[in-house]
């Protein structure tokens, strides 16, 4: 009996022990199970609010695990740097006319003239070319005595003219749009050939069919010719002057003082220092210089050169001459530099000489960081005016041009170069690709910019 008895307090104490396990086993997962998110299991993301025993309080909804919020994209830098190109005289003459006259429906056609130099316009936020002549209209304006000398007749093409009193038709400035062209200077002295009426139809063609298109050197009113232009890209703005020499015909300031922009000291000053006040860079460009004349500056370039430096201009682009100058880099008392492009030559034209037919790009960089604010670039492309010989006399017997094409010298080459129409004439008979080569060098130098397509520094064309 004894014996029974310690076999069942043995069993009751074995028993004992695996409870007393058990139990401490219990305890021990009841207390990690709760360091990690609840008797539940669940994770602390999913969890929502638990009670002690792991359950949710009744009504308790378990959020939606929160996305990873996407890292936010790292701005693109606003540009410091603002460029311009800028090309001389876009001049019709009566070779031009007739190229892209059809004399069936009587229309013109000038949509391949800048077919090879428009990669180079849209490769800068701005591109300024010089539009010499009015694009007055049909408005029966009648041509002068050489028109009648050489033709027989004043009304050829209508109101369209060439030399000597020019009057261009639209379709010339929807052209140049095409071609990339954004600013238009038109104070030359060819604006008031045909009087104020065609100055003001040259203002309302721009306004009306391309009113972002920037417009200087003629007005409609006198409001317009007080306001100083500016345009502005990249939070960089450049004030744009533009003035000529004086007039073939007074015409049109006769009639309306403020309708072309003349170079007048007292003026000029004025609208430097103002524009000066509204801008971070002002750029002038004179119509002036004499005609022909590649190594000679006259008395009225050094002094307005003067002028403008004095005055803290930061480039001056001139035209005029039908024929490159030289370009230099000037630095004022004060330490501020300017660059000068005395002549960019012509743009599209018919001249006989060889030298004519070399013609400049400018080209510029603004930059500005903070307070620093510097022309970063000032160099130039040189360019051809290409055209081939036609002996399809013009009225009574005056021989044709045909085919005008601007191309970069860089593009040009000797096989074109054999083909242009200058060689037909004494004046022109020098004209090579190899000779172009060495006047561009003669008057730029180490000046010269050579676009590279293949590593252009990031810019895009327009």
Known sequence: MKRRNRKIRRIVAWVAVILIAVCLFLVIK?????????????????????????????????????????????PSPTPNVVSMVAVGDN????????????????????????????????????????????????????????????????????????????NTPDEVGHQLVKAGFNIITMATNHSSDHGYKAVQNSVLFWRNNYPDVTLLGIHDSDA???????????????????????LNKGSATNEAPYSVDVLEEAR??????????????VVVFPHWGIEY????????????????????????????????????????EDGHRMVVYYSLGNFISIFKQSECNLEGMAYLEFYKEGDKKEVREGTIIPLVNHWEYCNTPIGTGVNNGKNFRVYALQDYSEELAKQHGCRQYGKGSSFTYAYMQKLA??????????????????????
Request: a negative charge; proline letters at 5%; hydrophobic letters at 30%.
């Open 30 to 74: 009841s207390f990690f199970g709760d360091s990690n998110g609840g008797g539940s299991g669940e994770t602390p993301s999913g969890s929502g609010s638990l009670t002690p025993g792991g359950k949710k309080p009744k009504g308790t909804d378990t959020p939606s695990p929160s996305p990873s919020p996407s890292p936010t994209p790292t």
């Open 224 to 246: 317009d010719q007080k306001k100083i232009t500016v345009v502005e890209k990249y939070g960089i703005k450049i004030a744009l002057l533009n003035y000529t020499y004086g």
């Open 91 to 166: 001049l019709y003459d009566w070779y031009m006319l007739e190229d892209g006259y059809n004399r069936e429906n009587k229309t013109f056609d000038f949509s391949h003239n800048y077919d090879y130099i428009s990669q180079y316009v849209r490769m800068a936020d701005f591109a300024v070319v010089n539009q010499e002549t009015p694009l007055g209209g049909d408005e029966g304006y009648v041509g002068d005595d050489w028109e009648q000398k050489y033709f027989g007749s004043r009304t050829i093409w209508g109101s369209y003219h060439g030399y000597a009193s020019f």
């Open 268 to 281: 000029v000053r004025n609208d430097i220092a103002r524009a000066k006040d509204m801008a971070d860079f």
């Open 441 to 462: 060098t003669q008057l730029w130098g180490d000046n010269i910019k050579v676009v590279d397509w293949n590593d252009i520094n990031g810019i895009k064309l327009r």
């Open 293 to 332: 004349e590649m190594n000679s500056l006259d008395e009225k370039q050094r002094r307005f050169t003067k002028i403008f430096l004095e005055c803290g201009v930061d480039a001056v682009v001139g035209a005029h001459p039908h024929i490159c100058q030289k370009m230099e880099w000037l630095t004022g």
